[in-house]
Structure formats: structure tokens, C-alpha cells
């Protein structure tokens, strides 16, 4: 405890800039997102695939990923946090890191499989 502050409410603080920073940073990339899948509506496979093969492409499609899974993480766990008091509270936070994890790697690697295509 610092001066009548809660360990507990400094890291909820810590959760809650988080939070915004992410969702911050999801606004632009998600705007760029859906313009650029926008753009690739009807057009032939090849050329879908050779714009997800560009190497700013895969970045942005890598970042917008992991700042997305980032930002999921965080909520459910605040969720998680918030309405589970059970044993089961331990088991959930893991289920949700792990499913976070899982996502994340799977997804880049599929990214990381179209950039190499």
C-alpha cells in the first residue's frame, strides 16, 4: 500500500490505461482494415494474395492482430476479474491467456504463411 492506495487499485488503474491505449491504437488499424478488405472485394485470389504478401501489409495485419487479442485479453479478464469469486476464477484467467496465446499464434503464423507465399 502507497499512501492509502491499494496494490489491487493501482493495478486496475494500470488495466484501465491499457484498455484505452489499445482501443486507441485499434481506431486506425481498424479503419485501415476494413478499407483495405474494402478495396479487395471482387477482386481475383492472386491478386488478394499478393497484397497480403507485401511486407507493410503483413505488418499492419500482424499489428492489428495482436493489439486486437491484446485488447480481448484484457477485457475478459477484467470480466473474469469482476463477476467470478469462485475457484474457478484461477481456471478462467488461464483459459483466457492460453485462448489468447493460441490465437495470436495461430494467426500469425497464417500472416506469416501469406507474406512467404
Given at each position: 500500500?502507497?499512501?492509502?492506495?491499494?496494490?489491487?487499485?493501482?493495478?486496475?488503474?494500470?488495466?484501465?490505461?491499457?484498455?484505452?491505449?489499445?482501443?486507441?491504437?485499434?481506431?486506425p488499424?481498424?479503419?485501415?482494415?476494413?478499407?483495405?478488405?474494402?478495396?479487395?472485394?471482387?477482386?481475383?485470389?492472386?491478386?488478394?494474395?499478393?497484397?497480403?504478401?507485401?511486407?507493410?501489409t503483413?505488418?499492419?495485419?500482424?499489428?492489428?492482430?495482436?493489439?486486437?487479442?491484446?485488447?480481448?485479453?484484457?477485457?475478459?479478464?477484467?470480466?473474469?476479474?469482476?463477476?467470478?469469486?469462485?475457484?474457478?476464477?484461477?481456471?478462467?484467467?488461464?483459459?483466457?491467456?492460453?485462448?489468447?496465446?493460441?490465437?495470436?499464434?495461430?494467426?500469425?503464423y497464417?500472416?506469416?504463411?501469406?507474406a512467404?507465399?
Amino acid at each position: 500500500m502507497t499512501y492509502g492506495v491499494k496494490v489491487s487499485e493501482k493495478r486496475g488503474a494500470r488495466v484501465w490505461l491499457a484498455e484505452r491505449a489499445s482501443s486507441i491504437a485499434l481506431v486506425p488499424l481498424t479503419l485501415w482494415a476494413v478499407i483495405a478488405g474494402a478495396a479487395m472485394v471482387g477482386q481475383p485470389y492472386e491478386a488478394v494474395l499478393a497484397w497480403a504478401s507485401e511486407p507493410v501489409t503483413a505488418v499492419l495485419l500482424g499489428l492489428t492482430l495482436i493489439v486486437s487479442v491484446y485488447h480481448t485479453w484484457l477485457g475478459v479478464r477484467v470480466i473474469i476479474e469482476d463477476y467470478l469469486r469462485h475457484a474457478s476464477e484461477k481456471a478462467m484467467l488461464a483459459l483466457n491467456t492460453v485462448g489468447c496465446l493460441i490465437l495470436a499464434a495461430a494467426g500469425l503464423y497464417f500472416i506469416i504463411s501469406l507474406a512467404g507465399a
